[in-house]
């Protein structure tokens, strides 16, 4: 398969595995709008969902995908686990693997702990989020959302709030990039990675003028913590220099696409009328995470893209 | 002891000016003499050197040794045999164990842990500050009539600005240096490696440049102010470089050193979340490696120190956020060393062999770094031109934890004399 074993991100990922990944998930939308929503594909698979980090949304659309093919599926969180008792990764890995399992999907704090696992165990491993390196299935499920509306080549799609501490923008970044649209990032820069222009992204710290040049508006999650360490000052001056207003967008020259990867903080980094407005797309992106992860999970248990249309039908592919 | 002479090698001597092809007679624990066709004397062992490089064995102002602690990354003596496996005689043992060496009964046990194992000198470096923990001054007095050469809190910074004043003051009376870790801890909280492009693009804390330079600005303007002597423990960046070059210019007492690994590699190393890159200061950039190397040779960056760092063979075996910093250097400095500086002409051996082994001793005042007669009897004789390949399952230190596995390096210990006795013999035979 050309994906290979392990989804970790897709900043390693050419233009082609892109497509192929959009295109497969395609057929698998409309398994999730069936009255029976379970095709065989990943009958007799076994998946861990290893979730090291707190998650809610990520962690319930990977098991609907899990559920929806047919997977057999474990849910281990860090809370309660061996990992709470001291167990290292490694040693996490090798008993794993000892348990004859098919796919790991991961979720940990650490940047390259979804690579540091692939690297130790034979089984496929997804990254569901690591760290403030990637979360893969997050921009390929953006990418989708984008491209249901419109050519991502020659979009101009900025991503907005604390690219800093976001795996969400790495992914949306190198995703974008490798199919062609323009990217920019804003926020103060207390918030940017130093040198972040170095990854090929325009930079704008003025929100305004990030809505005068886009297309698409990706409005990251402003955490708390970011206050208490000392980033910025306020969630309340957050809001009145980089919130994306209904006012900012009504004097924007075009209509603006606006995604957000969730959880919403209203009020912070994004207006209630904005999300809840006709541009947003939020919820498609929640619809169309279940599609993506469906494809990731197909292609890497070496599922063929051409069947996709008839692994989605019945039980003889 | 029997005399021993080293036959027919290039000797290279920098505290004499010395560089020519002759033969080094020890006797009773000292050089007796150096010259060419001189007779042997009755009873000494003959060590043929021939194409070897003779030179004052090195000397190193900054290994961690482990010991007491973490006997399982290394001990005294383990440590020992890896430094005189890589060329040194005489290595500088920071304080950093557990427990801390911060009195003279803990200087005392390095030293009879040295003398047990009777293989390198070990020299204890005693802390500045009680348990490392930035308060109290120790009694360096007390200390140095142990038998520390000097003081740190090497791991972290002196922790302020007052304790340093008080620190580079109070040494004068004892002629240490003190040796400061220039790191500002408000700006690399939770960074694993250096703050750039490679980075960003991992999603790794950004350890910034400046972390380093604003220590190292405060440091200077405090040896200035109390005309102590400070010597900065591996600078890693440009900056430090411009800032430390310009107060020697204005007569201020510093003296600074670089690791090996930061004259060969830069950040990019840790592409792949490989945690033998991963080091406190951290890799940086090519413009800072070209930095260092020339500010290591126009003299601004006094000479090379390994910060030897062994951890257990599964301690880099983690997620790079949670895995220890640091790298063992002792056997692999020479190499690198010879790779970088002095196979593409930066440096020639004489000066190599000043900042390895003369000017290191100059720093701390130790007995070692010069082949002149009643000196130590202290030697390296090592083959410049032979290659080999580093393999860190034959290391002689207890830990393997190498950025530079599989590299091919230049330059094969031989011989290693302390004292007058070979303490190492290195075959010709490393694959």
């Known amino acids: 398969m050309a994906l290979g074993k392990d989804l970790l991100g897709l900043e390693h990922l050419t233009a082609e595995d892109l497509l192929l990944i959009l295109d497969t998930a395609e057929p698998f939308k409309e398994v999730s709008e069936r009255a029976i929503k379970k095709v065989p594909a990943l009958r007799g698979k076994t998946i861990v969902n290893l979730f090291f980090e707190a998650s809610t949304r990520t962690r319930i659309s990977f098991e609907f995908a899990e559920k929806r093919l047919s997977a057999d599926t474990v849910n281990v969180s860090a809370s309660g686990s061996s990992v709470q008792k001291g167990e290292n990764l490694v040693d996490t890995a090798r008993n794993l693997e000892a348990m004859k399992i098919d796919m790991v999907v991961i979720r940990h704090g650490s940047s390259g702990a ?22 893969p299935t997050q921009g390929l499920l953006d990418l989708l959302t984008i491209r249901d509306r419109r050519p991502i080549a020659g979009t101009k799609a900025c991503i907005v709030g604390d690219v800093l501490h976001s795996r969400v923008a790495r992914s949306n970044i190198w995703g974008l990039l490798k199919l062609g649209a323009e990217v920019a990032v804003c926020g103060p820069k207390s918030l940017l990675p130093l040198g972040i222009e170095g990854l090929g992204v325009r930079v704008f710290h003025r929100i305004e003028e990030a809505i005068a040049w886009a297309d698409v508006l990706n409005v990251l999650r402003l955490q708390m913590e970011r206050m208490e360490s000392g980033y910025i000052p306020s969630q309340r001056e957050y809001y009145r220099v980089f919130g994306v207003t209904l006012e900012r967008l009504e004097r924007a020259p075009r209509e603006l696409l606006i995604l957000h990867p969730g959880p919403m903080n209203r009020g912070v980094e994004i207006d209630s009328r904005v999300a809840d407005g006709p541009h947003s797309v939020i919820l498609d992106q929640v619809t169309n995470g279940v599609a993506v992860r469906m494809a990731v999970l197909y292609l890497l248990a070496g599922g063929r893209p051409e069947l996709a249309e008839a692994a989605k039908g019945g039980g003889d592919h | 002891m029997k005399p021993l002479v080293l036959k027919g090698g290039r000797v290279v001597d920098p505290s004499q000016r010395r560089d020519e092809v002759a033969d080094v007679v020890l006797m009773g624990g000292t050089v007796a003499g150096i010259g060419r066709g001189q007779g042997t004397p009755d009873g000494a062992e003959v060590l043929d050197a021939a194409g070897l490089v003779v030179a004052p064995g090195f000397v190193d102002l900054h290994v961690h040794l482990r010991e007491p602690g973490r006997e399982d990354a290394e001990t005294i003596a383990t440590g020992a045999r890896a430094a005189v496996a890589g060329g040194y005689t005489t290595v500088c043992a920071m304080p950093n164990t557990d427990p801390v060496c911060d009195n003279q009964a803990a200087v005392g046990f390095v030293l009879k842990q040295a003398r047990e194992a009777g293989l390198a000198h070990v020299y204890p470096i005693g802390a500045v500050s009680l348990g490392q923990r930035g308060e109290y001054l120790t009694e360096f007095g ?71 330079d604003v220590v190292v600005a405060r440091d200077l303007a405090l040896a200035e102010l109390t005309g102590g002597h400070v010597h900065l423990a591996h600078m890693s960046t440009a900056g430090a470089a411009r800032l430390i070059r310009e107060a020697k210019a204005r007569g201020v007492r510093v003296t600074a050193e670089v690791t090996p690994h930061h004259l060969a590699l830069t950040d990019a190393c840790c592409e792949g979340y490989d945690t033998n890159a991963k080091m406190n200061p951290p890799l940086r950039e090519t413009h800072d490696l070209e930095a260092m190397r020339e500010a290591l040779v126009d003299g601004t960056i006094d000479c090379i120190a390994t910060d030897h760092a062994p951890h257990p063979y599964d301690a880099k075996d983690q997620e790079f956020d949670d895995a220890p910093f640091g790298i063992v250097g002792l056997e692999t400095a020479l190499g690198v060393a010879m790779v970088e500086l002095v196979a593409p002409g930066r440096m020639g051996l004489p000066a190599l062999i000043h900042r390895m082994a003369t000017r290191p001793a100059e720093i701390a005042r130790l007995p070692a770094g010069t082949l002149r007669t009643g000196a130590p009897a202290d030697v390296v004789a090592f083959d410049p031109a032979a290659e080999w390949t580093v393999d860190p399952t034959r ?14 390096l230049r330059g094969l210990v031989r011989w290693t004399v302390v004292g007058g006795r070979v303490a190492h013999a290195g075959g010709g035979a490393r694959p």
């Open chain 2, 142 to 212: 007390e200390m140095v009539a142990a038998g520390a050469v000097a003081v740190s809190d090497d791991g972290k910074p002196v922790a302020t600005a007052h304790l340093m004043r008080t620190a580079l003051e109070y040494a004068q009376t004892f002629g240490i240096p003190v040796i400061d870790h220039c790191e500002d801890h408000s700006l690399t909280a939770g960074s694993a490696m250096h703050e750039g492009l490679v980075s960003a693009r991992l999603g790794l804390k950004g350890w910034p440049r400046s972390a380093e």
């Open chain 1, 114 to 135: 979804a690579r540091f696992l692939g690297e130790r165990i034979a089984s496929n491993v997804i990254n569901a989020g690591d760290g403030k390196h990637e979360h």
């Open chain 2, 395 to 408: 290391f002689f230190s207890k830990s393997r934890n190498t950025p530079f596995a599989g590299r091919r």
